[in-house]
């Protein structure tokens, strides 16, 4: 994944931005509705808005993604 072609791109359907990692219900949702369409990516971390990167705690995403596997499995 080259993540800094990524930033170029403007979201769209298939490429979201999220500044901070969402809320377990939103990001299920976000989730689904990738699955649903034609997939996507998901970069958390990043404000489109300032274009600045944000510190993220990589278990915290890694565990919210674990989650809304088992409640999207």
């Known amino acids: 994944m080259n993540i800094p072609a990524l930033l170029q791109q403007p979201e769209g359907p298939t490429l979201e931005f999220k500044a901070r990692l969402p809320r377990l219900p939103d990001l299920a ?20 808005f300032t274009g ?15 989650r809304v596997q088992r ?3």
């Open 52 to 66: 600045q990167l944000q510190s993220v705690d990589e278990a915290e995403v890694s565990q919210a993604v674990d």
């Open 29 to 48: 949702k976000l989730v689904a509705g990738f699955a649903n369409g034609q997939g996507g990516t998901i970069l958390i971390g990043y404000n489109e």
């Open 71 to 73: 409640i999207l499995g």
